[in-house]
């Protein structure tokens, strides 16, 4: 049974920064990306950040390049999402989701499994 687990949100001041994290388990993630996603209420879930679990290589939005970081720690099996300079614009649920699609996938639907999510909010 795959299982993706976040961990790490919270409430932070404007300026701030948190460390996400998504333990994966249930199956071996090496050929998958892994996804970053976030929901502010009465929006759309929107890409936040990937990263191709076998070759580490990263993929940012641009809202938040330059001051997001995706890694993961293959003897762990998690995914971290190390997030400065937070704004008030940052807050919403974070979800960290597992795809098979070749490229950068950046849509919700190319994602096959999800984490519960976990809450971010960053006061101004």
């Known amino acids: 049974q795959v299982q993706l687990v976040e961990s790490g949100g919270g409430l932070v001041q404007a300026g701030g920064s948190l460390r996400l994290s998504c333990a994966a388990s249930?199956?071996?993630?090496?050929?998958?990306?892994m996804g970053w996603f976030r929901q502010a209420p009465g929006k759309e879930r929107e890409f936040v950040s990937a990263?191709?679990?076998?070759?580490?290589?990263?993929y940012y939005a641009d809202s938040v390049k330059g001051r997001f970081t995706i890694s993961r720690d293959n003897a762990k099996n998690t995914v971290y999402l190390q997030m400065n300079n937070l704004k008030p614009e940052d807050t919403a649920v974070y979800y960290c989701?597992?795809?098979?699609?070749?490229?950068?996938?950046?849509?919700?639907?190319?994602?096959?499994?999800w984490g519960q999510g976990t809450q971010v909010t960053v006061s101004s």
């Open positions: 990263i191709n679990w076998g070759s580490g290589m990263p």
């Open positions: 249930g199956r071996t993630f090496s050929g998958y990306t």
């Open positions: 989701a597992a795809s098979l699609r070749l490229g950068v996938p950046t849509k919700s639907g190319e994602y096959v499994y």
